[in-house]
């Protein structure tokens, strides 16, 4: 299995930015994917995460109303669209898919709000 985030980059403050994770070796209709992210000297942190149905997501306090976790089960792939972006959300993204409760992780992409 193989995870790889994109669509990472420089965006200033109030921004937006869609991330995506394309999975790659299983089909991830069957499975829960999630985002986190972590910040320079900081803990990696839990971002949002979407249940295989779709019916289900959460999020982080300090994302909530500004993030939104989708997925489109027909072409593998999850996506993170930020929106209102600030300072404090710089860090490196990473998003994850358990399978057969085996966590696999991408090498992350980093989103940096700066003006």
């Known amino acids: 299995v193989q995870v790889v985030e994109s669509g990472g980059g420089l965006v200033q403050p109030g921004g937006s930015l869609t991330l995506s994770c394309a999975v790659s070796?299983?089909?991830?209709?069957?499975?829960?994917m999630a985002w986190f992210r972590r910040a320079p000297g900081k803990e990696r942190e839990f971002v949002a995460n979407?249940?295989?149905?779709?019916?289900?997501?959460n999020y982080a306090d300090s994302v909530k109303g500004r993030f939104a976790i989708s997925r489109d089960n027909a072409k593998n792939t999850a996506y993170l669209q930020m929106t209102s972006l600030k300072p404090d959300d710089t860090a490196v993204y990473y998003c994850?898919?358990?399978?057969?409760?085996?966590?696999?992780w991408g090498q992350g992409t980093q989103v940096t709000v700066s003006s």
């Open positions: 994850y898919v358990t399978v057969n409760g085996r966590v696999y």
């Open positions: 070796g299983v089909t991830v209709s069957s499975y829960s």
């Open positions: 979407i249940n295989p149905s779709t019916s289900n997501r």
